[in-house]
């Protein structure tokens, strides 16, 4: 009786909580996980401290990490990479020298200089076409182009034999107004031309901009042809030497066109040969044939 008084004979086990029931419709909650215990320091005799532990040396029992596993997974994939049936992956940097483009029309500089003052550009056109047309490439030359294409238009109409006879034997009156319309005309004239060379040649390839292109073709048209014109006010369109002249100055005025164009535009000189192909055909059947 004493034993089972002090309790001996009965299980000596705490009494279990069993979890409750939720209600109907409601999930239960998961049993708790049991916790794992770690030794303290100086328990469990010589059983050490888990793989990627050490105790602290304060001797509190918290655990201390040491290594990097992050690391170490890096140093294993990248072992394992090496290996014969794997591919590593890697990236891609940005180049250091910039744009890694290929060589393309439109890669050239861009100018290398100031708009030039009119004396200059209409002396370089002549004396330093190349790199008057270069420095120019992107300035707009209005100005020279559509003053000087108007007076070689004006002077025009007197190298050729009929014409000059008529603007001569008419009135002052109805002369003034036949010259200047003459001129208007060839700036006209030059505006298409230039715009068909600039359209030609950004076919072709080319980039650079219509309002030079169109200027510079207008300068190149009249001033390649003023020595012919000199000669052939005072001597007349059908004189021998006007004629030698005339071809003379229009194959001058393809070697400029060309040039023009390749520096303008960043073409090889063929596609600016080419571009250039109709204005030179207008120029030959307006003006030079005009005087054979």
Do not use: C
Request: net charge neutral.
């Amino acid at each position: 009786m004493a034993g089972f008084r002090n309790g001996r004979g009965r299980d000596n086990r705490p009494p279990q909580r069993q979890p409750q029931q939720a209600p109907y419709g409601y999930n239960a909650a998961p049993p708790p996980y049991p916790q794992q215990q770690w030794p303290q320091q100086g328990q469990g005799g010589g059983q050490g401290a888990p793989y990627g532990h050490r105790q602290a040396p304060q001797g509190h029992g918290e655990p201390e990490y040491f290594g990097d596993p992050y690391a170490q997974q890096q140093q294993q994939q990248h072992a394992a990479a090496n290996n014969p049936g794997h591919t590593q992956m890697f990236s891609v940097h940005d180049d250091p020298y910039g744009d890694a483009a290929t060589y393309h029309s439109g890669a050239a500089p861009v100018p290398t200089g100031p708009r030039l003052p009119w004396k200059a550009l209409l002396s370089g056109i002549v004396l330093r076409p190349a790199p008057t047309f270069l420095q120019m490439r992107d300035h707009a030359v209005w100005g020279p182009a559509l003053v000087v294409t108007f007076l070689y238009g004006m002077l025009a109409i007197f190298g050729f034999d009929q014409a000059r006879e008529e603007a001569i034997n008419a009135t002052l009156t109805t002369a003034i107004p036949y010259v200047l319309m003459t001129g208007v005309g060839f700036v006209l004239g030059g505006l298409v031309l230039g715009v068909v060379t600039h359209t030609l040649a950004r076919q072709l390839g080319g980039d650079g901009s219509w309002q030079p292109t169109v200027g510079l073709s207008m300068l190149i048209m009249s001033i390649t042809d003023a020595p012919r014109l000199l000669f052939a006010l005072f001597l007349g369109g059908e004189n021998g030497l006007v004629q030698v002249l005339g071809w003379a100055t229009w194959l001058a005025a393809g070697a400029l066109f060309t040039l023009m164009v390749s520096r303008s535009h960043d073409l090889p000189w063929p596609k600016a040969l080419g571009a250039s192909a109709i204005q030179l055909v207008g120029l030959l059947s307006l003006i030079k044939l005009g005087t054979l």
